[in-house]
């Protein structure tokens, strides 16, 4: 028998279903693969969804959900966990409670309210739960401009309006945000980073005239968790991420996958996956 020397870092994603495969819990698996960390699920949810919108959501009972995260802890323990579309408060209830129990894994949280295509995907009531529950629990989230406006409770057109709803979302419990500014209206993409010690870290990025979009929120959110698995800092994680969701969109650009907004391009340079040393 050969003796196990190594392991993998690993990335637990607890997530949405997108049967498209450019969003959600694909395109979290997608990342983390690609960048050189196992993947393991959790599904939330099973949206009818393709790149032109979603159609429908169907629920999974929030008993199999938790029951899926202590089948996968109790099995390969996560070296970084992220967490996507949770749509109920009872949803919330059951995630808070798993992983509270394991506060040194470096927790991404991915506020997914609306999609791509504009449609909302989450309930109303379910806000308040959100930023009470799992918000004091993540090391950073991740809204968009639109998810940020709901949080914030204002429209958010420019920088400057980005740098207030940030300082209001960090107001609301969270150790860190970093606040996507791929909707605005301007040549370059702004994104600021809202940091836990009260710093505000800006990064821009070229805009490309693209509309294969679908599931950067998931992917960006998934390569932070991945990296900070490899054990990067809290800082580069969020350098690092935003770079490689950047270089997938730029060479995914010209591709046609659907019939509305396409998916970027996961394995533009795709690592092997990692091996560390286990512990004698």
Same mark, same amino acid.
């Given at each position: =028998?050969?003796?196990?020397?190594?392991?993998? !870092?690993s990335?637990?994603t607890?997530?949405g279903f997108?049967?498209?495969?450019?969003?959600?819990?694909q395109?979290?698996m997608?990342t983390?693969? @690609?960048?050189?960390?196992? +993947?393991?699920?959790? %599904?939330?949810?099973l949206p009818i969804?393709?790149?032109?919108?979603?159609?429908?959501?169907f629920?999974?009972?929030?008993?199999?959900?938790g029951?899926?995260?202590?089948?996968?802890?109790e099995?390969?323990?996560p070296? @970084?966990?992220?967490i996507?579309?949770?749509? #109920?408060?009872?949803?919330? *209830?059951?995630? @808070?409670?798993k992983?509270s129990r394991?506060?040194?894994i470096p927790?991404?949280?991915d !506020?997914v309210m609306?999609? #791509?295509?504009g449609? /909302? %995907?989450?309930? *109303?009531? #379910?806000i308040q739960?959100?930023?009470?529950?799992?918000f !004091?629990? @993540?090391?950073?989230? #991740?809204? &968009?401009l639109?998810e940020a406006?709901i949080?914030?409770n =204002?429209?958010?057109?420019?920088?400057? *309006?980005m /740098?207030?709803?940030?300082?209001?979302? =960090?107001?609301?419990?969270?150790?860190?945000?970093?606040?996507?500014?791929? /909707?605005?209206?301007?040549?370059?993409?702004?994104?600021?980073y809202?940091? !836990? $010690?009260?710093?505000?870290e800006?990064f *821009?990025?070229?805009?490309?005239n693209?509309h &294969?979009?679908?599931g950067?929120?998931?992917t960006?959110s998934? +390569?932070i968790?991945?990296?900070?698995?490899?054990g990067?800092?809290? %800082?580069? +994680?969020v350098s690092?991420?935003?770079?490689?969701?950047?270089?997938?969109?730029?060479?995914?650009?010209?591709?046609?996958?659907g019939?509305? $907004?396409?998916?970027?391009?996961?394995f533009?340079?795709?690592?092997?996956?990692?091996? $560390?040393?286990m512990?004698r």
């Amino acid at each position: =028998m050969i003796q196990k020397k190594y392991t993998y !870092p690993s990335v637990l994603t607890i997530a949405g279903f997108d049967a498209s495969g450019g969003a959600g819990i694909q395109a979290d698996m997608k990342t983390i693969s @690609a960048l050189g960390s196992y +993947a393991t699920s959790v %599904l939330t949810a099973l949206p009818i969804q393709n790149t032109t919108g979603v159609k429908s959501i169907f629920n999974i009972p929030e008993k199999v959900v938790g029951e899926q995260i202590d089948c996968i802890f109790e099995d390969i323990l996560p070296d @970084a966990i992220k967490i996507g579309m949770v749509h #109920t408060p009872k949803l919330v *209830e059951v995630i @808070a409670e798993k992983i509270s129990r394991f506060p040194h894994i470096p927790l991404v949280f991915d !506020p997914v309210m609306v999609a #791509t295509s504009g449609d /909302h %995907l989450i309930e *109303e009531e #379910t806000i308040q739960s959100i930023i009470t529950k799992l918000f !004091p629990l @993540a090391d950073v989230i #991740t809204p &968009n401009l639109d998810e940020a406006g709901i949080l914030a409770n =204002m429209s958010i057109e420019t920088v400057e *309006e980005m /740098h207030i709803a940030g300082k209001k979302i =960090m107001q609301l419990g969270c150790k860190s945000v970093l606040l996507k500014g791929g /909707h605005l209206k301007s040549e370059k993409l702004t994104s600021l980073y809202f940091s !836990p $010690n009260g710093t505000v870290e800006s990064f *821009e990025f070229p805009k490309y005239n693209t509309h &294969n979009t679908h599931g950067s929120g998931c992917t960006l959110s998934s +390569a932070i968790a991945t990296y900070l698995s490899q054990g990067k800092t809290l %800082l580069d +994680a969020v350098s690092l991420g935003q770079e490689y969701i950047h270089e997938a969109i730029y060479n995914g650009r010209d591709v046609a996958i659907g019939n509305g $907004n396409g998916p970027v391009n996961h394995f533009f340079n795709p690592k092997k996956l990692i091996k $560390n040393e286990m512990d004698r």
